[in-house]
């Protein structure tokens, strides 16, 4: 008797099996003449060659599909088990409005107007700078746009970084190394990537440096090819370092750049690298700007609210 072996990687098999492995039992039911045994993170499928062969490419489509939807279910299990391409089966996912399914079917997607202007800006160029208060989803819909570049294979890594000015606090008294002072402040970084990677992928692609997440400072002497790399907090660079780090870029990269210039936490009388580099850049022909505002906020409505108040008294002042 023939044996095919299939083992999942970077996916886990819970998630896929699904409840009391109802995902296998559905499988089985479209081959009826293998014998399928689920186990540990393998698959292991029994019987004549030909019709094996048959169930190594529909179970390759589905894995393919779990990993770039991060959901399976009953409906697109039988999908990719009858239809006979894979357009026709993937049409009742295609949006052209989504950026990436996130976890648990989540569909992530550009919510406003600037947002759409973003991800056309990041299309058409490859360094862009998104700029407005906190809230826009500056930082959210890079990350979109990189994990999306990354599934498509347009990039092999993701960069992700902060200048490490420290906010009214002094990691230096923080306890733990370098990594466990710092995983704090690259928190909202590690948020976006859990809502659109599985949990044991990412983890994956961290130990494996295809995601890397680093304080500014280690980009120095670097050079960064075949990355989507976002510069996260531009407005607390000084000159020196957004000059640094824009000139790290390397051959097929893409390079985002977001800030507030409201929430600047450098020393009085330090310019901005962000503020300086949006007047020294605006005329240069590949470099896109979106300046979003208070109409972008997606978080709790009193947000909205907050900025006006905050702007209206620095405005009188």
């Keep these: 008797m023939n044996e095919l072996i299939v083992e999942l990687t970077e996916i886990s098999p819970r998630d896929f099996f699904g409840d009391q492995n109802a995902n296998i039992e559905l499988i089985k039911k479209y081959f009826p003449k293998l014998k399928i045994v689920a186990r540990g993170n393998k698959i292991t499928a029994y019987g004549d060659e030909e019709i094996l062969e048959e169930f190594d490419e529909r179970l390759t489509l589905i894995l393919e599909h779990f990993a770039k939807y991060n959901t399976i279910d009953e409906n697109s299990i039988e999908r990719v088990l009858t239809s006979d391409t894979k357009e026709e089966y993937e049409a009742p996912f295609n949006s052209d409005q989504v950026l990436v399914h996130g976890v648990n079917g989540n569909l992530i997607k550009a919510k406003t107007a600037n947002q759409r202007k973003l991800v056309d800006l990041m299309i058409k160029n490859d360094m862009v700078f998104a700029v407005g208060p906190a809230g826009t989803g500056k930082t959210y819909t890079g990350v979109a746009l990189a994990v999306k570049a990354l599934k498509e294979k347009q990039v092999k890594r993701i960069i992700l970084t902060r200048p490490a000015v420290e906010a009214g606090e002094n990691l230096g008294f923080l306890p733990g190394d370098l990594k466990e002072k710092l995983d704090p402040y690259m928190q909202p970084l590690y948020d976006a990537l859990r809502d659109m990677i599985p949990a044991e992928k990412l983890t994956t692609f961290i130990e494996n440096g295809t995601i890397q997440i680093a304080p500014l400072a280690f980009m120095r002497g670097r050079t960064l090819d075949n990355a989507f790399v976002i510069l996260d907090e531009g407005q607390n660079t000084t000159h020196a370092q957004m000059k640094m780090f824009l000139t790290r870029m390397g051959q097929n ?65």
């Design 253 to 317: 990269a893409k390079f985002m750049i977001t800030g507030d210039p409201g929430q600047i936490d450098l020393p009085r009388r330090v310019t901005s690298g962000l503020k300086e580099a949006l007047l020294i850049l605006k005329d240069v022909e590949g470099v896109g700007m979106v300046y979003l505002d208070d109409k972008d906020v997606i978080r709790h409505r009193l947000v909205k609210k907050v900025i006006a108040a905050y702007d209206s008294i620095e405005n009188r002042n």
